[in-house]
């Protein structure tokens, strides 16, 4: 208990980009999500794109733009431009500073991205403790990359396990090994994400599958407790080859618990847009429920592992 309350006294500071509370797709029961800045991989579908970059973002929302000029004036830079009902925003010269969003009464533009200390995200998570007792619940960490910013995500964990809370860690595992083997004695579960079989893994998410293999393995040899997370994206891993690579990666592990199916749902197109992304994915329907539940069938014919959708 007491290094762990040393630890939060250093007061580590992480750049955190949403905390959600009362999500119930992050694992178990009723939870609070703390989204973290910064992933080493550029998913072409990612329901995140604002938690790629490592640095704060403008975002811009042009249906909550009334056009008064505020920003125009306050930027020191000439970043904004209002011409009736079109607004532009020059990012390139944009520095990030956060002064037109300051003048914003409509909520148009917003910084993504706020420095907190360990002790500042427990005090909105400890908010909710009675729903993780109620329901099984508790704190998971996510982004992005937690293992992106790894002392604070230590930090945040060691924090949350020193107070009895239950903890998950969402990561892609393109890290260090090392890093996440740290983590298990201050992490109940490991959601750990599979995007892709190994041949177009690299096209689709920037990096090759290789380090996120040895992570995975080194992770379940420490004996970390985990669960398979598989996005199931149409026109990419959509397919018999993908549920076979899972199911196969799926075997080779002692300590899994789970497989969960992550259907794919367009929300990260307006996302870029709101950051001046230029999204690689532009499917506009979600895949629906149905549908994958017929794919966990398929899974679940090729693994005795339980298998869900999230």
């Given at each position: ?80 431009s209002v011409d009736g009902p079109v607004h532009e925003i020059r990012r390139p010269d944009c520095t990030v500073c956060g ?212």
């Amino acid at each position: 208990m007491g290094s762990e309350r040393k630890m939060e006294r250093k007061d580590l500071q992480g750049l955190v980009f949403d905390i959600q509370r009362f999500s119930v797709h992050d694992g178990p029961g009723i939870r609070t999500t703390v989204f973290l800045k910064g992933c080493p991989l550029r998913c072409a579908w990612c329901h995140n794109p604002e938690s790629q970059s490592k640095n704060v973002e403008l975002a811009f929302y042009p249906a909550r733009c009334v056009g008064c000029g505020n920003c125009v004036s306050a930027c020191a830079y000439g970043c904004h431009s209002v011409d009736g009902p079109v607004h532009e925003i020059r990012r390139p010269d944009c520095t990030v500073c956060g002064v037109c969003v300051e003048t914003c009464y409509s909520g148009a533009l917003a910084l993504i991205g706020n420095t907190m200390t360990v002790s500042q995200v427990m005090e909105e998570v400890m908010a909710d403790r009675l729903f993780y007792e109620v329901s099984g619940g508790g704190m998971t960490v996510s982004g992005g990359e937690p293992m992106a910013q790894p002392a604070f995500t230590l930090g945040l964990l060691k924090a949350a396990k020193a107070r009895g809370i239950h903890t998950c860690l969402d990561t892609c595992g393109y890290c260090g090994p090392e890093d996440l083997i740290r983590a298990i004695p201050y992490t109940d579960t490991f959601l750990f994400d599979l995007k892709a079989p190994s041949d177009i893994h690299e096209q689709w998410t920037g990096v090759p599958l290789e380090l996120i293999l040895c992570s995975l393995h080194a992770l379940d040899d420490a004996g970390g407790n985990i669960t398979l997370r598989c996005p199931l994206i149409p026109g990419i891993n959509r397919s018999d080859e993908h549920l076979i690579n899972v199911a196969e990666i799926a075997a080779s592990l002692k300590h899994i618990t789970g497989i969960q199916i992550v259907p794919y749902h367009p929300v990260g197109l307006a996302k870029c847009e709101a950051i001046g992304k230029e999204p690689a994915y532009s499917e506009t329907k979600s895949l629906g429920a149905e549908e994958a539940e017929k794919w966990a069938d398929h899974l679940r014919e090729l693994t005795c592992v339980p298998v869900t959708v999230v």
